[in-house]
């Protein structure tokens, strides 16, 4: 799966190499597009867009031969670690592995600007969260080299 994304979709980053508001906001209308709804304030967006260009990590865009974008992957860096953000997939329109290349790619590339670790998020159990949630925890799991478990404690206040 990763294969069939390295060869069929093309990768550009936005990044401090490449600034790119243009692309940034292809990336901003896209998600939206997809997740059928603006899900944060435009003020969030631009941190966002700050923190990549200035040197904390990648925003990168997957396009088919037409041009169409069918994915977006965003990874911040922290001082050793590189945290997978945000991954959106078009996969309504198109009905092939579209997260495993990118998010792959990803990895490599942190690992390039020296980062030591690359943390994929939670991993929730079934049972734990709704279906789709641990779909994409289980997608994760295929990229882990190790898991750490956490016990979350909540404390209400009353």
């Known amino acids: 799966l990763v294969n069939w994304g390295r060869r069929n979709l093309r990768m550009v980053y936005v990044n ?3 600034p790119a508001p243009d ?8 998600h939206v597009r997809i997740a059928g709804r603006v899900t944060r304030p435009p003020a969030s967006w631009d941190a966002m867009y700050r923190w990549l260009v200035a040197g904390g990590g990648e925003l990168a865009l997957a396009y088919l031969e037409d041009d169409a974008l069918v994915a ?3 990874s911040v860096d922290g001082s050793e670690t590189t945290y997978y953000a945000s991954g959106v997939y ?7 592995p579209l997260a495993h290349w990118p998010l792959f790619d990803a990895i490599q590339r942190s690992r390039a600007r020296g ?4 943390d994929l998020g939670d991993l929730p159990e079934k049972g734990t969260v709704s ?3 641990f779909n994409i925890g289980y997608f994760k799991r295929g990229f882990a080299t190790a ?3 956490h016990r979350v404690w909540r404390w209400t206040a009353r």
């Open 90 to 96: 078009d996969r309504e329109r198109f009905d092939r």
């Open 115 to 118: 980062n030591r670790c690359f």
């Open 23 to 30: 692309l940034y906001d292809s990336y901003r209308e896209f």
């Open 131 to 133: 279906d789709k949630e």
């Open 147 to 149: 898991i750490e478990a």
């Open 72 to 74: 977006a992957t965003v």
């Open 16 to 18: 401090q190499a490449n």
